[in-house]
Structure formats: structure tokens, C-alpha cells
């Protein structure tokens, strides 16, 4: 096991990664801002370093600074958390020609998955289904209108290299293709610096289903069954859950088993989470996150397995703790990121935390970074911190959450703690009849309401 690991990361996934090192008597060391200075992942880590003031680029994605942290304190490994350098194939190639860890995947298996092209080829290769589209990328219009008129309208324009929505248009009929091909290549070129295009069908009414998974890098692998996070809001999850509403025991053991041994043959390292969009009792492959996720807790409420613990085992050369048949699901959880939001027009409010009370009980866990006093920076995400509820069935769930959203109080900003009360009262959400396009439409509705 390492003797020391440096976070690269802040909020409450850094926090989050220090107790799961701490646990297992490892010593941590924190890399922070300048804005950061008060965080409380660095006022808990046993060492701290600032590697540099607010803007992200300078900071917490500043490589150099990082490695003269690691170089400073020793450190042996590096957490990523996720976001910032948790999916930057150099980074660790750079860690590796230094001989340090980097807790995650190989670089290899990072820029394949980070290709969207190639992480499709990759998992058609490995057996996973996939979105019908084109084989590669789309060099100029013409060759996307065949595809297009191929596959059948309507079609998704989508950056090779992208990801948060950016780069993605849809294109609902050939009058639209070349529209949706130039605003999506100039968008790709500006958020990514890479504007290649491909071109996958547009499915109407998807959920959107991920797969966690945990591979030893040796040719053992793992899925701790699914996540849904069809509540999005401009391709942004707010809400996740576990088990989903709409798969059976049979689909999410079908598709389980055919993921994991897709990530055997892959050799992967880690944990990583599968992405699909399900829709008619088929599910087609998006993309694989090869880090942490948000939204890991879920998981972790309905199967008791420590997702950080696990990284840290595989990371440092150990096998999993753990077979298929050792895994069980029990009840249900629900995860809702709250953030320092408006909570009707999703306006950032950063800010000092005047008074914090999250709740708490039975099956409550919320993971924050935030105490009375803490200043919420303008430079970063707003994620205030993560409320997960776990129930025996997802009744219990909701009833739970509805309790739990109740004594959440956040003063000083504004918090879209408001929202999770308003959709946790929703018929749809409660019966579990939701997609991907549901929230958008629902806040539609909501903003005409309020006019």
C-alpha cells in the first residue's frame, strides 16, 4: 500500500478521498489554491501545498505545480478525484517517468476512452452495444448526409472530444444536418481544441443507464450494477439513483455481465462507469468515464463496497477484495448534487455560508466540503455537496429524501435544494417515469407557469 497520496483535487472529493486514505493509514497530502487556502480538505490533510492562485489553469490543472508538490512531500501516489487531471492521459505519463502512482487507469486505456471514435470501435470490439452511427469521423457534409439518411432522421452531431453536452447538436431533419454540423464543429474547436465531428441516431426517449465497474488490470473485472441519471439539465446530471426504475433483474444482469468481461479483456485497471443510452429494452453504448464519479455514493449505499478503498487496493498492485458472487444489491438510493444555484434559473451564487445544516438519520449521508463560514469561490463549480438517501425499496427512499430535503438548510447563497423538494412531489418521479428530456421540459413548464 502507499505510504503518502497527494490529492489533486478540492471540495468534497478531495475530503472524500483523505478520509478513505486516512482509513486505511495512509498519510495525505493536500494541493490547494490560493482561494483555497481555508478548504476544508486542507485544513484535515496531514500536509498541504499551494500550487498556485484561483483560475483552474494555474492551480489545479497546472502540472508542474502538482508534480513539484508530489516531488516536495514525497508523495508516492496521486488521486485525481475527478474533473481537473482525473482523465489527462500526460499527466499520468508524466507521473509514471517519475515513479509515481497515479490512482486510475493506464494512459493507454484514458485516451482511448477519451476519443469518443475510438471508445466506440473499442467497445463494438469488446462485445458492448452500441449507438448505430458513423465508423469514424465525419470529414465534410456530404459524407455525414449518407450516414445521416442511412441510419434515419433524426441524427446527433457530436464531438469526438467532447463531453458536458458541448459539441452536440441535433439535427431533426436533412434541412438541419449542415447547421447542426457547423455549430457543432466550431463548438468542438473552441471547448476542445479537436472539431472532429461524428454522427450517431437520435434516440427520442432514452434513459440514460451507466454500468460501475472495477477491473484489476490483470484480466479480472467486476460491475456493481447500474446508476440511472436520466435527470439532467443541459446534459448535466442532478439527480441519480440506484437500482434504476426501468431495467429488471434480468437486463441489468445481462448487460452487467457483458460489460465486465468486456473490461477483463480490456485489462482495465480501476474503477470506470459504462455509459448507455436505454431505450426499448436496448442498450447502446455513449462513452466510458475512466475516473471516479460524481455520483460513485449511490453504488456504494446499495452494495457496502468502499469504490475509494478499491482504487487504492488496485492502484497500489493488489486484486480486487472482492468476486462477482460476493456482490449483492440491497434496497434503493437516490443522490441529489446541490448546488449554489438559483434554483429556477440555475444562476451561480457563490457567496459565505451564513448557517449549514445538513440532515442527517438513518440511510442519510452528505457528502460537502461546506461548514459555517466557508466562502463559496467564484472560480470553480457550484457543487455545494451531494445528498444521498438510502432506503429498503425505493418508497422508503423517496420518503427518506422528502425528510431529509426538509432539514437541509443552506443560508447565504441560494441552493437548488428548492428543486429536489418540488420534483421529490412529482408523480412522474415518484412512479419512476422519467428520461433524459423529462427535466428540461418539466422546468419548460415551469418557467410558463411563472410568467
Not at 40 to 47: I, K, Q, S, T
Not at 55 to 82: F, K, M, Q, W
Not at 205 to 226: C, N, S, T, Y
Not at 389 to 394: F, S, Y
Request: with cysteine; aromatic share 6%; glycine share 10%.
Amino acid at each position: 500500500m502507499f505510504n503518502k497520496v497527494l490529492i489533486a483535487n478540492r471540495g468534497e472529493i478531495a475530503l472524500r478521498v483523505l478520509r478513505a486514505c486516512k482509513e486505511l493509514g495512509i498519510s495525505t497530502v493536500a494541493v490547494h489554491s490560493t482561494a483555497d487556502a481555508d478548504a476544508m480538505h486542507v485544513r484535515l490533510a496531514d500536509e498541504s501545498v499551494c500550487i498556485g492562485p484561483p483560475p483552474a489553469r494555474d492551480s489545479y490543472l497546472n502540472i508542474p505545480s502538482v508534480l513539484a508538490a508530489c516531488e516536495i512531500t514525497g508523495a508516492d501516489a496521486v488521486h485525481p478525484g475527478y474533473g481537473f487531471l482525473s482523465e489527462n492521459a500526460r499527466f499520468a505519463d508524466i507521473l509514471a517517468a517519475h515513479r509515481i502512482a497515479f490512482i486510475g487507469p493506464s494512459a493507454e486505456h484514458i485516451r482511448i476512452m477519451g476519443d469518443k471514435i475510438e471508445a466506440k470501435r473499442t467497445a463494438a470490439r469488446l462485445g458492448i452495444p452500441v449507438v448505430p452511427g458513423s465508423e469514424g469521423a465525419v470529414d465534410n457534409d456530404i459524407e455525414a448526409m449518407r450516414i445521416a439518411k442511412e441510419i434515419g432522421f433524426p441524427v446527433l452531431v457530436k464531438a469526438a472530444a467532447g463531453g458536458g453536452g458541448r459539441g452536440m447538436k441535433v439535427a431533426q431533419t436533412p434541412d438541419e444536418l449542415p447547421m447542426a454540423m457547423s455549430t457543432a464543429r466550431a463548438e468542438a474547436r473552441s471547448a476542445f481544441g479537436d472539431d472532429q465531428l461524428y454522427i450517431e441516431k437520435y434516440l427520442g426517449k432514452p434513459r440514460h443507464i451507466e454500468i460501475q465497474v472495477l477491473g484489476d488490470g490483470r484480466g479480472d473485472a467486476v460491475h456493481l450494477g447500474e446508476r440511472d441519471c436520466s435527470l439532467q439539465r443541459r446534459h448535466q446530471k442532478i439527480w441519480e439513483e440506484a437500482p434504476s426504475p426501468a431495467l429488471n433483474d434480468e437486463a441489468r444482469g445481462r448487460i452487467g455481465a457483458i460489460v465486465a468481461d468486456a473490461i477483463a479483456k480490456l485489462g482495465y485497471a480501476g474503477v470506470g462507469t459504462v455509459e448507455f443510452l436505454y431505450e426499448n429494452g436496448e442498450f447502446y453504448f455513449i462513452e466510458m468515464n475512466t475516473r471516479l464519479q460524481v455520483e460513485h455514493p449511490v453504488t456504494e449505499m446499495i452494495t457496502g463496497i468502499d469504490l475509494v478503498n478499491e482504487q487504492l487496493r488496485v492502484a497500489s498492485g493488489s486484486p480486487l477484495s472482492m468476486s462477482q458472487d460476493d456482490i449483492s444489491f440491497n434496497g434503493h438510493a437516490v443522490e441529489c448534487r446541490i448546488n449554489a444555484e438559483d434554483p429556477a434559473t440555475f444562476t451561480p451564487s457563490p457567496g459565505t455560508i451564513r448557517y449549514f445544516h445538513p440532515p442527517g438519520g438513518l440511510g442519510v449521508r452528505v457528502d460537502s466540503a461546506i461548514y459555517h463560514g466557508y466562502n463559496i469561490p467564484p472560480h470553480y463549480d457550484s457543487l455545494i455537496g451531494k445528498l444521498i438517501v438510502h432506503g429498503r425499496n425505493r418508497v422508503e427512499c423517496m420518503m427518506r429524501l422528502r425528510r431529509a430535503l426538509d432539514e437541509f438548510v443552506v443560508d447565504g447563497v441560494r441552493s437548488t435544494v428548492p428543486l429536489f423538494r418540488r420534483l421529490v412531489d412529482d408523480v412522474d418521479i415518484a412512479n419512476g417515469m422519467y428520461n433524459i428530456h423529462w427535466l428540461e421540459k418539466y422546468l419548460s413548464r415551469s418557467q410558463d407557469m411563472t410568467e
